[in-house]
C-alpha cells in the first residue's frame, strides 16, 4: 500500500513534528510505500519568500491601507503609521525575505543561495534603508548598548513576527507563525463553527498552493489505494488538517483514505462522530496509532470495527455509518507495545537544512526550543508517574508507560545526525525516565567528542536527579531540562498529587545547575482551590528560586481542567467539593439536552470561579518576564499588581534554608565499595605534578596529594582513576573497580575525590 504521511501547519518552524517520523518508519516496517511531507515547512516559504509577499502585499495593500485610515479616525496614529509603513516598504521586505530566511536557517544555506552573509549582515544592521517593523525597533531600542552583528539573528527571528503581526491585522486574522486557528479550534463546540472559518485568505492563497505541488506526485500513484495519515497535534492545526482532507478526496476520491490522529484528536476529539466529518475523513485513529494501522492494514472484512480507530463509512444512499472502535482488544494492544518499544523515527524524507533556527528570546534556555533544528524523539511512552492531579491520566499518551530500547535508539539517532548533520536531540517524553538517561548518556560518552550529540527534555524534578547524577549527564552530553514546578509550595504540591516535594525539587534544581545544565520550570495558577494566598505564595517561592539561580526560565500557565484528568476522575467519586464543573451540555436544570455528538471538542471542561482568576494571570506574566532578565529580583511580589493582594505567608529565605540542606547531604560518604561500579571519573586526565595529581572539573582546578589518603603512588593512583571514566575500555574500567572491590587502600581518596571529578551514580 502506498502511505502519505501529512504534517499540516501550523507547528514550530525549526524542526518537524516527531509523528510523521515514527509513523514513517512503522509503515515501512510493514512493507508500505511511505513517504512523509512536513507541509507546515512548506508554507512557511510559501508566504515568506519574495515570490509568497509579493502575493501577499498584492492581496492585502488595499486592506491594510483602509485599516490605517479607519484607526486614523479613531485616533489611534501609531496602527495607522505602522500599517502603511508596511505598504509603503512591501518592495524592501521582498527583497531581504530571502536572504532573513537563508541567516536563519544558517550561514552555509545562505552562501548556497548566492548571498553573502557577514556582509550583508552588517548592512541589514546599520542600514537605514533594511526593512524594519516594530519588534524590531523596540529591541534595538531596548538594548543598553549598541547593536552589533550579534543581534542580527535575533532582528531577523523579529522580522518574522512583524511580518505575522501584518498578515494577522490586514489579512488573515486566525494566522500566527506558529498557531494558526489555535483559539477557533480550542474554543468552538460547534463543528459548523469550524467549517466556516476553512477557506481562509491563507488556506486558500498560500496552503493550495502547497497542496497542488505535492498533489502532482500523489496522483501518480492513485492507480493503487492510498493511505493518508494527517496529523493534527495541536489545535492550531485542526483547520489546515481539514482543509488538506478534504483537498485530497476531492481531488482522489475512493483511490484515497484520510485519517486524522495526534495529540489534539487523542484529547479534544476522542467522541467526535458526526456524520459531517466524512466529509473530510474515513477514520479518526487515537492514542498510539500502531494498533490502528496495524489492524486496518491487515483488515479482512470490509466495515468492521477496528482497535482504536472510528470509521465513517458512505452508504449507497449518500447517508454516513459511523463504526465505533474497539478501546480494548489485548492481542493488538500486545502488538502495538511491541511496535512502541522498538520502532525509532525516521527523518530520511527530511531536509533539516530548510529549517528556520528562531532566536525569539535573550534568555538562553527559553529559546532552546526554536534555536536549533532539533531531531526529536522519545525514551519512553508515557510517564512513569502519571498521577497529577491536572493531568489527562485516563489518556494512553500519559498512563501507559512504556520505555524503548536505549541501544536502538542511540544508534537510530546517531545514524541520522550523520546523515542530516544535526546533533541536536529533543526528547519529547513526558518525563524522561532517569535510568534509561543515566543508560543514554553513557552511550553518548563513549562515542568520539565531535560526534556526540547535545539533547535535552522534560523531567520531574525529584531526589533521584542527585548532584552525581546531573554532573554524569551533563559531560553525557545532557543540555537542558524542563519540568512541572506547577506549585511551589509544599501543600499545594500535595493538593496536586505532584508525589515530590520542595526540598526535592530545589535539590534537583540545585544538581542540574551546578552540572552546567539550563532549567526551564512550568507554573500553573488558577486552580479550583486556589486563593489569593496561594497564589501569592507560590509567586513569592518562584522569585526566590530565580533569586537563587536555580531556574533560568519558566512559563506560567492557568489551570485547564480536563475531563480525563485525574481531578474530575476523582470528582465524579465525590471528592474534592470545592471544585464545581460547569458541564456545557446541561441545561439550567441539570438534565442533558441532546447528546454528545453535538460537542466537537469535548476535553476541556469550564468550572465555577475559573474566570476570577484572570486578573493574576498579567502581573504574574510581566514579573516572570523581569526575573528571567535578571530584573526585579529583590522587588517585593506584591508590587506587581494593582490591585491588594496578600502579603506572602512563607519566609523570605525559604529556599536559601532549603539549599544548604542539599549542601549539607552532599557531603555524606560514597557507598564504597558496595558501590564501586557506579563510580566513574568525569574529570580531565590527573597529571603529576610534584607530589600531588592535578586536573580540571567543571571548568575549575583540583589537586590532591595522594599520599594523605592513600599509600599507593602517583602513577598507580593515575592510573586507577583513570581507568574509572566512562570511555574506558570495559575490561581497563573492570579491572580497576575490581581493585577498589578487593582493597581498601583506595576508599579514602577515592572519597576525597568525590564531587571534584568523581560521581556515583
Given amino acids: 500500500m502506498n502511505v502519505i504521511l501529512i504534517t499540516p501547519p501550523v507547528v514550530q518552524v525549526n524542526a518537524p513534528y516527531p509523528s510523521g517520523a515514527y509513523l514513517n518508519a512503522f509503515f515501512k516496517s510493514q512493507n508500505c510505500n511511505s513517504i512523509w511531507y512536513d507541509l507546515n515547512i512548506k508554507l512557511f516559504y510559501s508566504i515568506f519568500s519574495s515570490a509568497g509577499l509579493t502575493r501577499l502585499f498584492q492581496l492585502s495593500s488595499a486592506n491594510a491601507l483602509r485599516l490605517a485610515e479607519k484607526a486614523e479616525k479613531q485616533g489611534d496614529e501609531a496602527t495607522a503609521f505602522n500599517l502603511r509603513r508596511y505598504v509603503s516598504t512591501s518592495q524592501n521586505w521582498i527583497d531581504w ?97 469550524i467549517q466556516a472559518q476553512l477557506n481562509s485568505p491563507v488556506m486558500e492563497n498560500f496552503y493550495r498552493p502547497v497542496l497542488n505541488e505535492i498533489a502532482e506526485h500523489v496522483e501518480k500513484q492513485k492507480d493503487e489505494k492510498i493511505l493518508m495519515c494527517i496529523s493534527v497535534p495541536f489545535a492550531g492545526t485542526l483547520l489546515p488538517a481539514l482543509y488538506t482532507a478534504k483537498y485530497f478526496k476531492q481531488l482522489l476520491g475512493n483511490s484515497v483514505q484520510t485519517v486524522i490522529g495526534g495529540g489534539f484528536v487523542n484529547t479534544e476529539l476522542r467522541n467526535a462522530s458526526q456524520p459531517e466529518l466524512a466529509e473530510y475523513v474515513d477514520a479518526i485513529s487515537y492514542d498510539r496509532g500502531y494498533g490502528s494501522y496495524y489492524e486496518l492494514l491487515n483488515q479482512k472484512e470490509d466495515g468492521a470495527s477496528i482497535f482504536k480507530l472510528r470509521q465513517f463509512k458512505k452508504n449507497t444512499d449518500n447517508s454516513i455509518n459511523v463504526i465505533e472502535p474497539v478501546w480494548e482488544k489485548s492481542d493488538v494492544a500486545k502488538i502495538e507495545d511491541s511496535f512502541t518499544k522498538t520502532i525509532t523515527p525516521d527523518y530520511s524524507d527530511i531536509d533539516f537544512s530548510i529549517y528556520p533556527r528562531v532566536t525569539d528570546d535573550t534568555n538562553p534556555m527559553h529559546r532552546l526550543w526554536t534555536d536549533g533544528a532539533w531531531v526529536k524523539a522519545y525514551l519512553a511512552h508515557g510517564c512513569y508517574w502519571h498521577k497529577c492531579a491536572f493531568c489527562d491520566t485516563q489518556l494512553d499518551y500519559v498512563c501507559s508507560y512504556l520505555p524503548v530500547g536505549v541501544e536502538k535508539l542511540y ?66 552530553g545532557f543540555a537542558a531540562v524542563s519540568a512541572g514546578l506547577e506549585v511551589a509550595t509544599g501543600l499545594g504540591l500535595k493538593n496536586i498529587n505532584k508525589g515530590t516535594d520542595v526540598q526535592s525539587i530545589v535539590a534537583a534544581c540545585a544538581a542540574f545547575k551546578e552540572a552546567g545544565i539550563l532549567v526551564h520550570a512550568y507554573m500553573i495558577y488558577g486552580f479550583w482551590y486556589d486563593t489569593p494566598q496561594t497564589i501569592i505564595d507560590s509567586m513569592e517561592t518562584l522569585r526566590q528560586f530565580f533569586a537563587a539561580g536555580l531556574l533560568d526560565s519558566a512559563f506560567w500557565h492557568k489551570f485547564v481542567l480536563t475531563r480525563n484528568s485525574q481531578v474530575y476522575s476523582e470528582w465524579e467519586k465525590g471528592m474534592h467539593p470545592d471544585l464545581k464543573p460547569v458541564d456545557p451540555l446541561k441545561n439550567k436544570s441539570g438534565k442533558r439536552s441532546g447528546s454528545d455528538n453535538c460537542m466537537f471538542a469535548q476535553n476541556n471542561l469550564h468550572f465555577e470561579k475559573e474566570s476570577s482568576y484572570d486578573k493574576y494571570g498579567q502581573p504574574l506574566e510581566i514579573a516572570l518576564n523581569a526575573w528571567m532578565h535578571g530584573e526585579g529580583l529583590q522587588t517585593k511580589v506584591q508590587k506587581w499588581f494593582d490591585f491588594p493582594v496578600p502579603v506572602p505567608s512563607i519566609p523570605r529565605n525559604y529556599i536559601e534554608q532549603l539549599i544548604e540542606k542539599y549542601e549539607q547531604n552532599n557531603n555524606k560518604p560514597l557507598p564504597l565499595p558496595e558501590r564501586a561500579e557506579g563510580l566513574y571519573w568525569l574529570g580531565s586526565k590527573p597529571v603529576i605534578s610534584g607530589n600531588s595529581l592535578a586536573w580540571i572539573y567543571l571548568l575549575e582546578e583540583n589537586s590532591v596529594i595522594v599520599k594523605q589518603f592513600c599509600k599507593k603512588s602517583l602513577d598507580e593512583a593515575q592510573k586507577i582513576i583513570w581507568s574509572l571514566r566512562p570511555q574506558a575500555a570495559e575490561s581497563e574500567r573492570s579491572h580497576a573497580i575490581e581493585q577498589i572491590k578487593n582493597s581498601n587502600a583506595f576508599l579514602p581518596l577515592l572519597q576525597e575525590l568525590h564531587n571534584i571529578g568523581l560521581v556515583c551514580v
Fill in 411 to 476: 544508534q537510530s539517532l546517531a545514524d541520522t545526525a550523520s546523515q542530516k548533520g544535526v546533533y541536536g536531540v529533543h526528547f519529547v517524553d513526558e518525563a524522561l525516565p532517569p535510568a534509561m538517561l543515566k543508560q543514554f548518556a553513557l552511550k553518548n560518552l563513549q562515542q568520539p567528542g565531535s560526534r556526540q550529540l547535545y539533547y535535552w527534555g522534560n523531567v520531574r524534578f525529584e531526589k533521584t536527579f542527585t548532584k552525581d547524577l546531573a554532573a554524569f549527564l551533563s559531560s553525557g
Fill in 97 to 193: 525575505i530571502d536572504w532573513i530566511t537563508a541567516i536563519l536557517c544558517d550561514g552555509q544555506s545562505a552562501c548556497k543561495k548566492g548571498f553573502s552573509t557577514r556582509e550583508k549582515q552588517h548592512q541589514f544592521l546599520y542600514s537605514p534603508f533594511a526593512p524594519r517593523g516594530n519588534r524590531m525597533l523596540n529591541h534595538l531600542g531596548n538594548l543598553k548598548s549598541e547593536p552589533t552583528v550579534d543581534d542580527v539573528r535575533m532582528l531577523c527571528s523579529l522580522a518574522l513576527a512583524d511580518l505575522s503581526d501584518y498578515i494577522t491585522i490586514a489579512f488573515d486574522r486566525n494566522y500566527s507563525l506558529i498557531r494558526y486557528a489555535e483559539s477557533l479550534a480550542v474554543d468552538e463546540r460547534d463543528f459548523s463553527q
